[in-house]
């Protein structure tokens, strides 16, 4: 899709010949290089078509490698040169390698060997990197039998010095079904994207894609070109066209979006120092500035608008790729009859295909009844080529729901209401019906927020969520604790996906994406005619979708003022189930690593503390001493069922905090005071157990209190690279802290609980010289900078101090705070950690030396200071860490 190059330029070309020796050959080419790469900027921002700036890249590289063969090659030699692979087919970029092969026979080789040596070290010393052969015609044949990549480069070859017909023996010789029969070629070519497809469709990469490899990107593009020349001979995609295996609305979009990701490559190299083909966070504010990208507001940012154009173009160019390949895989396989599949449709090699395709141009309702034939046989393996392109062909004719028909919205609603609306509603989105028929969902599709914490898509976290709902009903994730049990109670299951396909619809408009979302909820509710009491449900699910997760995340649901509160904000259990359901799949849906058996706990936790709380009555809520009688007395049973003395018990607990009996389970409560029994009046103890999940720990600490334990605890913890979740502190009344922790490893390391017991018991010999590690921040942290800072206020019975800081994710930061804590002698009793991506939302109860409320202004506005200059400079660190 690229253009034929130019002719080469006449100032590059002349400063080229008028050079004497090699030196200042050298020193003229890459001065012409260099002056040209300048220009290609220059144009490029001015906005010259891609097109012609590959071109323009190509007629530098031809001028300087034309220049260095006649230097080098005396005219009459039996050699040929020829430019081949992405050089061969003059598609060039700024940092683009250059693929050259010397075509000649093993006499002509060995008797201009050292010449050609003497070419390419030319070439290296001019600033071009080559990759290069020198190989017979024979040798070209063996070569490319061995290794499909050289079979590739050499079908796009084009001849830069030598005889014209060079190139047309190398084709002949090359061609099937002598190597690489067209069938075993495709077989190989479409394996080869699969592994590609894999290796680069990690959540990293969604991040940070690679325009070139990724799914979606350049090389996709090439791939079914290079297929469609080996199957059938043709030059390039276009000869498709009138052979039927591509249409010309397809073939439109594939050349439109090669010109979007071609110009995001060419734009990367130019900021690049060096050929990089992912589209990383060290580039991509600047690559927007450069395509003249402007913020519209602080949810539609430039780059933010950048990115959303890149993911379109590689899901239309995944969509079309993925007929192409039916296609060439049904003409391979040869005639196969069709299966009837219902009245107007069948089964093609076992793709579900319309009789009469043409009918849907007729608009929406021909649609629906598609997905819903195609809803009834899950055997299909896909929607035919020939069926899924007259779709794409007709996208144009749905008008949106607004303006569709009753019975044709009667129809979409039946779809989400059957058994498998969520593959249904998948298949829509991907193949852009969903978009057309909810323009909302169409101005989110392909959007990405510039964060750490949306790996996804806006359009394919809301494809997640829905597929963790229908995940919910089949339970096939043990993940989510009681989901499967409380999906049953559901009166109309079918809201709670709609709850989830608007959750996040007005995301990137400005202003809350709740409310507004709930707006278009709404609207969704009326003109389809839905009940009052269901569209109430529903924009109410959409508005609140936050409450339950920052509740659970930010708040102490141990205490029952907390979970009243929220209580009265659900109402009632219909509510509550929606909202837990819709809750656990949006925090799974954000990014594969966030959702842990810790959140699955604490939602659980308080979807069940509410639930009673409504049983109850919201009239008359459940009080702390209520809560602490019942876990004491499940606790004492567990243990004395484990053959502990009820005295010896009574006689732990007697200085245990009434507090730790509202804030731990009854489990936990048995775990440590068993240990504690077993140290047999020891003065500290350290319990190490697996908890919740593979990579979770649980700690307890019973010691002598004193200042700095906190900050001793945590900083080991962070040197053993354990991550805190919860925290819990608490004092006894024999003078002991009691301090408990809820952390998980990195990601694939399995912690060892002795190690940890014996780190922490080391620590506790001498906390004062415990310090915390400094370490660097990983890169991707240094391009999301979260502004520090630190609010106060009290508790409402004013017995402490609650700080929460909010600032940019880093290695040691709880160690770091809790140092500043301790240096400033104040007491830590509670730590919430939330980490969202980059950014870290931490909430702390303080009091001072003698446990009371912190009153003193200046002393606050002095550990907010501190606390600033302690996360701002361990960021500085990080920096200089990463640039040594």
């Excluded at 070290?121 to 063996?142: E, F, M």
């Excluded at 010095?161 to 190398?170: Q, T």
């Excluded at 396989?333 to 043409?358: F, I, K, N």
């Excluded at 009667?410 to 829509?428: G, I, K, N, P, Y």
């Amino acid at each position: 899709m690229s253009a034929v190059p130019t002719p080469v330029s006449p100032t590059l070309v002349a400063a080229l010949a008028a050079a004497g020796d090699d030196a200042t050959w050298r020193e003229a080419a890459k001065a012409g290089l260099a002056a040209r790469r300048l220009e290609l900027r220059r144009r490029f921002e001015a906005g010259e078509a891609i097109d012609r700036l590959v071109s323009l890249c190509t007629e530098a590289s031809d001028a300087v490698v034309l220049s260095a063969w006649t230097r080098c090659l005396p005219a009459q030699a039996a050699l040929h040169l020829l430019a081949t692979g992405g050089y061969g087919r003059a598609e060039l970029y700024p940092q683009s390698d250059i693929d050259l092969l010397v075509l000649a026979e093993p006499a002509a080789q060995q008797a201009h060997e050292t010449a050609i040596g003497h070419f390419f070290s030319l070439l290296w010393d001019a600033g071009l990197a080559t990759s290069q052969a020198v190989r017979s015609l024979a040798q070209c044949v063996d070569a490319a039998r061995e290794d499909i990549t050289v079979l590739t480069a050499l079908m796009e070859c084009r001849l830069l010095s030598g005889e014209p017909g060079a190139p047309g023996r190398l084709a002949s010789a090359l061609a099937p079904p002598a190597i690489w029969p067209p069938a075993d070629y495709f077989h190989a070519k479409r394996e080869e994207q699969r592994q590609r497809h894999a290796r680069f469709h990690d959540t990293a990469h969604n991040l940070e894609p690679n325009i070139k490899e990724g799914p979606g990107g350049l090389r996709d593009l090439q791939t079914v070109t290079w297929m469609g020349m080996r199957l059938y001979g043709v030059p390039g995609l276009r000869a498709l066209t009138p052979l039927g295996l591509l249409g010309e609305d397809e073939c439109a979009s594939l050349e439109r979006e090669w010109r979007q990701l071609a110009r995001l490559r060419f734009g990367l190299h130019l900021l690049a120092p060096r050929r990089e083909e992912r589209l990383g966070f060290d580039h991509q504010k600047s690559l927007a500035a450069m395509l003249g990208l402007k913020d519209e507001h602080r949810d539609n940012l430039a780059v933010e608008q950048m990115m959303q154009g890149f993911f379109r173009s590689a899901a239309t160019v995944m969509r079309i790729n993925d007929r192409l390949l039916q296609r060439f895989e049904e003409q391979l396989s040869g005639d196969e009859p069709p299966v009837p599949a219902g009245e107007g449709y069948e089964l093609r090699h076992g793709y579900l295909a319309m009789t009469r395709p043409e009918r849907l141009r007729e608009g929406l309702a021909p649609m629906l009844e598609l997905f819903a034939v195609w809803d009834g046989l899950p055997e299909a393996r896909g929607l035919h080529s020939e069926t899924a392109r007259a779709l794409g062909e007709s996208l144009q004719a749905i008008a949106p729901c607004t303006e569709q028909p009753p019975e044709v919205r009667q129809r979409f609603m039946q779809l989400l209401e059957s058994r498998r609306a969520v593959a249904t509603l998948t298949r829509m989105a991907r193949m852009g019906v969903l978009a057309r028929y909810l323009p909302a969902f169409g101005k989110v599709s392909g959007r990405m927020q510039y964060d750490l914490f949306h790996v996804y898509t806006v359009d394919q976290h809301t494809l997640t969520v829905l597929a963790h709902m229908d995940g919910f009903a089949r339970r096939v994730d043990e993940r989510f604790a009681i989901a499967h049990e409380v999906l049953p109670r559901l009166r109309k299951p079918h809201l709670l996906l709609l709850a989830g396909l608007f959750h996040d619809i007005a995301k990137g408009r400005g202003g809350d994406h709740s409310e507004l979302g709930a707006v278009d909820a709404r609207e969704f509710a009326q003109v389809h005619a839905m009940p009052a009491a269901d569209a109430d449900l529903l924009a109410w699910l959409v508005e609140q979708h936050l409450l339950m997760s920052v509740t659970a995340q930010r708040q102490d649901i141990s205490d029952p003022d907390v979970v009243a509160r929220f209580a009265n904000k659900v109402a009632d259990r219909e509510h509550l189930d929606y909202l837990y359901l819709l809750t656990c799949a949006d925090i799974a849906g954000t990014s594969p690593k966030l959702w842990n058996a810790w959140k699955d706990r604490l939602l659980a936790d308080l979807y069940s503390a509410t639930r009673f709380a409504l049983r109850r009555g919201l009239e008359n809520p459940v009080h702390a001493n209520e809560i602490m009688a019942e876990t004491r007395a499940v606790a004492m049973e567990r243990l004395l069922g484990e053959g502990l003395d009820q005295a010896e018990v009574e006689a732990i607990w007697k200085s245990y905090p009434d507090v730790g009996f509202l804030r731990y389970r009854p489990e936990q409560i048995a775990w440590q005071t068993r240990g504690i029994a077993e140290s047999r009046g020891g003065d500290t103890q350290v319990l190490v157990r697996p908890h919740l999940q593979q990579d979770g720990l649980e700690v307890f600490v019973r010691t002598p209190d004193r200042d700095g334990l906190f900050a001793a605890l945590v900083a080991t913890l962070d040197r053993l690279g354990l991550n805190v979740l919860d925290a819990r502190v608490l004092g006894s009344a024999d003078g002991h802290a009691l301090d408990s922790f809820q952390l998980v490893a990195p990601q694939g390391q399995a912690p060892d609980p002795a190690a940890v017991e014996a780190a922490l018991l080391a620590a506790l010999r001498d906390p004062a010289r415990v310090r915390p590690a400094r370490r660097a921040a990983p890169r991707q942290l240094r391009h999301f900078r979260v502004p520090a800072r630190v609010t106060f206020d009290h508790l409402p019975d004013g017995s402490r101090t609650r700080m929460s800081l909010v600032c940019t994710d880093q290695p040691g930061l709880l160690a770091g705070v809790a140092q500043v804590l301790r240096q400033h002698r104040l007491r830590v009793h509670d730590a919430r950690i939330a980490t969202f991506g980059e950014k870290v939302e931490d909430f702390f109860l303080l009091t001072d030396e003698r446990d009371r409320a912190i009153e003193d202004q200046a002393l606050l506005d002095k550990l907010s200071q501190a606390i600033v200059a302690c996360v701002d400079g361990d960021m500085e660190h990080g920096k200089k860490e990463a640039r040594h």
